[in-house]
């Protein structure tokens, strides 16, 4: 179904058919604006930016591009073409017919999740606000403003199946939505990594590489719903966060290419020399990796968890690509845990598989994360380098889950506090080297042209060559 463009909200779900969850939506669309205002990007409200704005809902064609101004921008509701045959993936409800409307039994949990996930949205373009003011190039502009209008469009998304199927509760989450701020003392956002800033274009490329494939996994997880319109709403987001990943993948990758153009140009893989060249040194690179990575993987939640195993059983939440699978009801399968034992050891778990529900996306997450590594270390190889970067063991650094304040060092090896503690400068982004990254934040806006950390891309946004005018300042 196509997107209808002559309402206030454009949706393809048929809004005006119902005045009263119209009503209610348009009410909510200028709390939404004074947010984007206040807390959404600075500074660039009046510039014409090209940007892409989703059309319809097919693979092809969807999105059609153009100069538009943010806050001009037409965020609204898209669902996935809706399968009049589509029974439930998983769970002990396999094969039965999905839900168009939540079942009461489910309601808290089902409100749970989305309002987690919408949460998520508006966060991260709350951490990315200020990066504007020292973009390196037109081009990396364009696309950080890309990734913030969508995210603002991924809140709509939830916010509408909050209006759309929770009644008054869902509403009043709407609007707590708007007033949670990431990193706020009083009322933060739910899930920590959402609480980090995001001050600087590395933590960015960083970001957008390991927590929006975060995001990309939890709403695959989610398109499997047996409630079909959360799993429509989230398919279709899919399509949008792709675009995300692109970003943090190709930005982590001029990085590197950058500065092996400066190793070779210097003769040295010194990271002082690399950093007096005005470069970012492949240990500091791999400071960031392992932050950002350790961070993004407390999103899943904890390896063994009940509540996973109820969410699996009750076709709320399903595996990222369910249907890659084939045990989709997973009553006898078990899985095998690694945890801590006693003071120093470790041992292995045999835990009900159900139960292992958000370990099972975190490993498909980890193996995902891999294959940026495996290319980035084809261009450090190529280029005739012997470094390779790594990420660190998923029992490093978590916050979350069984491994939580557990010191280990990269491997995932336990090590005593104090060992952890001296090994924090090597194995996490040191003050000092946050203050040099910050350093190399000088603004450049010269159509075509890149900050000497970064090399440019292979090619611009739609066919459209690298040094296009992208933002108009
Ligand atoms: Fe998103
Ligand atoms: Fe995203």
């Not at 399968?83 to 409307?101: E, H, K, L, S, Y």
């Not at 002082?272 to 040194?281: P, S």
């Not at 961070?295 to 509540?307: K, P, R």
């Not at 193996?367 to 470094?387: F, P, Q, S, V």
Request: with cysteine; charged share 25%; glycine share 8%.
């Amino acid at each position: 179904m196509s997107i209808n463009y002559s309402e206030r909200i454009p949706n393809n779900v048929n809004l005006a058919s119902d005045r009263t969850l119209q009503r209610a939506l348009e009410h909510w669309q200028p709390q939404f604006l004074d947010w984007w205002q206040e807390m959404g990007p600075s500074d660039f409200a009046d510039k014409d930016i090209y940007l892409r704005t989703a059309i319809g809902v097919d693979v092809e064609g969807w999105a059609s591009y153009g100069e538009v101004k943010m806050p001009d921008y037409r965020w609204g509701i898209f669902l996935a073409d809706f399968d009049p045959n589509r029974t439930i993936g998983f769970g002990d409800m396999a094969g039965q017919p999905v839900w168009q409307q939540v079942p009461g039994e489910f309601r808290a949990q089902f409100r749970r999740l989305i309002v987690t996930q919408g949460d998520t949205e508006p966060a991260s373009v709350e951490q990315q606000r200020l990066l504007g003011l020292t973009c390196p190039s037109l081009y990396d502009l364009r696309n950080l403003f890309q990734v913030n209008v969508e995210e603002g469009r991924h809140l709509w998304a939830m916010v509408y199946l909050l209006h759309a199927y929770f009644g008054r509760d869902g509403r009043e989450e709407a609007e707590e939505l708007l007033t949670r701020h990431s990193g706020d003392a009083d009322k933060p956002r739910i899930l920590g990594t959402f609480n980090e800033p995001i001050g600087d274009w590395l933590s960015f490329f960083c970001f957008t590489y390991f927590t929006d494939r975060d995001g990309k996994y939890q709403l695959k997880s989610l398109a499997e719903s047996a409630f079909d319109p959360l799993a429509r709403t989230c398919r279709f987001m899919l399509t949008e966060e792709a675009h995300h990943m692109f970003v943090g993948e190709t930005g982590l990758s001029r990085v590197i290419r950058r500065t092996l153009e400066l190793m070779s140009a210097l003769g040295t893989e010194d990271s002082t020399a690399i950093r007096l060249a005005g470069g970012i040194d492949f240990p500091l690179l791999q400071r960031y990796l392992n932050f950002w990575f350790s961070s993004s993987l407390d999103l899943f939640g904890s390896e063994m968890s009940s509540n996973a195993a109820t969410t699996f059983a009750n076709g709320i939440k399903g595996r990222p690509d369910e249907t890659s699978y084939a045990d989709h009801l997973c009553t006898n399968a078990t899985l095998d845990l690694v945890t801590p034992d006693g003071e120093q050891g470790i041992r292995t778990e045999t835990v009900p598989y159900r139960n292992a529900m958000n370990e099972i996306a975190r490993q498909a997450y980890v193996r995902d994360c891999e294959m940026g590594l495996k290319r980035w270390n084809l261009i450090i190889k190529r280029a005739g380098y012997a470094t390779t970067l790594t990420l660190p063991s998923t029992r490093f650094g978590r916050h979350i889950g069984v491994w939580a304040g557990i010191s280990t060092d990269l491997q995932g090896n336990r090590v005593s506090a104090e060992t952890a503690a001296q090994g924090q400068t090597h194995w996490l982004p040191s003050a000092e080297d946050r203050t040099y990254v910050k350093s190399l934040m000088q603004r450049v806006t010269a159509p075509g042209k890149m900050a000497g950390w970064l090399a440019p891309p292979d090619r611009g946004i739609n066919n459209l060559p690298v040094a296009y005018e992208y933002v108009r300042l």
